[in-house]
């Protein structure tokens, strides 16, 4: 996919020190929270949601982790083209482990699912060579009259790894007005359907990013919070 105008951000420096919460890191239970996890495909070979991949009690005790372990930063103000306007706050850990343990959790709800025949085949197909999520994790909080303007994802390398999809988990929903995903054509215009998408507490979203990406945005947030949880998901170069 051709694209000019690349806007892409910029992000803090990872610290490697952070607890995630043991509601998290034991996935105590998962076997039944399986039975409401839901894959639906929004546009096809594009992007796909994860309805309930982390329990409401999961997402709050995230939240409270960060809250109580990490200093957020407002992004800079940074006056160029090359950068979309963007007005949030936000923190970045590096944690393989965490980013390991999640990956695996993930890699179970597929598993469950697909054995459940309730996975699309281009979902599968995308996926059945993915490796790891990228280990540098980032939070981001949006608070009343923040946004993320209109920008693509860039694919990162590590190791001999190359990343092709962002991982969005929306912690948070209670009280939240505003801050849709918004996606838009290779021409800037909104696409076809299905193109924004409503935060939901637990749910993750999956969209392709690098050269396949598309125009995207955070829709301004009206009212209450809207929490975070970022990554990647990671495939062997070729």
């Not at 092709?164 to 948070?172: A, D, G, P, Q, R």
């Not at 021409?187 to 990013?209: D, E, T, W």
Request: aromatic share 12%; glycine share 6%.
């Amino acid at each position: 996919m051709a694209r000019k105008n690349k806007t892409p951000a910029s992000e803090p420096q990872c610290r490697t020190t952070f607890s995630f919460p043991t509601s998290i890191q034991s996935h105590q239970s998962e076997k039944v929270g399986f039975y409401k996890t839901c894959f639906t495909s929004v546009i096809p070979g594009q992007i796909f949601t994860i309805s309930n991949f982390w329990s409401q009690e999961q997402c709050q005790d995230l939240i409270s982790n960060i809250q109580e372990s990490l200093s957020l930063e407002t992004t800079p103000i940074i006056k160029s083209k090359l950068y979309a306007s963007r007005v949030n706050d936000r923190a970045c850990i590096r944690d393989p482990e965490n980013a390991g343990l999640i990956y695996d959790h993930f890699q179970k709800i597929q598993k469950f699912q697909i054995e459940l025949g309730a996975v699309d085949e281009w979902i599968v197909q995308e996926l059945e060579s993915s490796k790891a999520f990228n280990p540098n994790i980032r939070f981001y909080r949006y608070s009343k009259g923040q946004y993320f303007g209109k920008h693509y994802d860039e694919s990162v390398k590590i190791g001999d790894q190359i990343s092709k999809w962002t991982v969005l988990i929306y912690l948070s929903d209670k009280g939240l007005k505003g801050g849709e995903t918004i996606f838009y054509d290779e021409q800037g215009n909104r696409s076809g359907s299905q193109i924004s998408v409503k935060p939901q507490q637990g749910m993750a979203l999956f969209y392709k990013h690098g050269d396949d990406c598309l125009l995207h945005e955070a829709a301004t947030v009206r009212d209450g919070e809207k929490w975070v949880f970022r990554t990647d998901v990671m495939y062997l170069q070729k």
